[in-house]
């Protein structure tokens, strides 16, 4: 029986059993944190495979499942925007990791915002791609991920409303994440993080503006045009508030950026990331 490509390495952080994924190492570059986002039946792995190669030829990659995703251990106290961050800061520490770069995805981008706000000593660069930190209404889009119910037939809608342009291949990879997404346990842990109605969850996750105006890392900010599940006003307004902040938008593009241009994503993050 063939191993999936999901399951890496298991880690203690924070007291929570801790499935990681731990590449390239640090030519120089440093290393990078890269925090996934919410989707049903998502890990680190199905977030960044394709991102973790092409940033492990100059940095050492972390990526870990937060808890309650993917294969590290379910501990539902931890379910919050304070738990979360807690549980990526307990991955830096088990690793021995005093400074890094973080990446965010989505939900990933608040607990990334949160690290630079209340550990900016730890904080080296940030990327937030399509991220969630800041309030906005919820979009149908987001409702429908965070209100999954499983079958095949909802994965294959979410991925459409997740891309700009879905694949041809669309109906086997959600036959595979409906797959992930009913492992025993899974869907009971996703269904008790976001429950309706949703709008709370979503300002639960935002940070004050005076709070993400003291972000003193460098920024890169990602996001699609076409994005209908984190809408672009928040990329806007983060890039509004973040003195040193920069934003790339992508055209053609929903809110898998790192997936939908997967090589042009990697270029740019790589190249922000090296620095001057």
Excluded at 30 to 50: C, D, E, F, K, Y
Excluded at 113 to 131: C, D, K, T, Y
Aim: one cysteine or more; aromatic letters at 8%; a negative charge.
């Amino acid at each position: 029986m063939t191993a999936s490509p999901e399951v890496a390495a298991s880690i203690s952080a924070a007291g929570i059993t801790t499935n990681i994924h731990d590449s390239g190492t640090d030519p120089g570059g440093g290393t990078v944190l890269l925090i996934h986002g919410s989707g049903p039946g998502v890990s680190a792995w199905a977030n960044w495979r394709l991102t973790i190669p092409a940033l492990a030829q100059d940095f050492r990659v972390v990526a870990p499942d937060l808890t309650g995703f993917g294969f590290s251990e379910r501990a539902p106290a931890c379910y919050t925007l304070s738990g979360w961050t807690a549980h990526a800061l307990g991955v830096l520490d088990a690793l021995g990791l005093e400074r890094v770069s973080v990446v965010g995805n989505s939900f990933g981008g608040s607990i990334a915002l949160s690290l630079a706000i209340h550990h900016p000593e730890r904080v080296n660069r940030l990327g937030l791609m399509g991220a969630v930190g800041v309030p906005f209404a919820i979009t149908p889009g987001l409702d429908a991920v965070w209100g999954y119910e499983p079958s095949v037939e909802a994965m294959a809608e979410l991925l459409r409303i997740f891309t700009a342009t879905p694949s041809p291949g669309i109906d086997e990879l959600a036959r595979l994440r409906y797959e992930a997404s009913t492992r025993p346990g899974v869907h009971e842990a996703y269904a008790s993080m976001f429950p309706a109605p949703r709008q709370r969850w979503v300002d639960a996750m935002a940070h004050p503006d005076e709070a993400i105006s003291s972000i003193a890392a460098p920024t890169m900010l990602f996001h699609g045009r076409e994005d209908r599940v984190i809408p672009m006003t928040t990329s806007l307004r983060l890039l509004d508030l973040i003195p040193d902040a920069q934003l790339h938008v992508f055209g053609n593009c929903g809110h898998w950026t790192q997936i939908e241009h997967a090589d042009e994503f990697a270029r740019l993050l790589r190249d922000f990331l090296l620095g001057p």
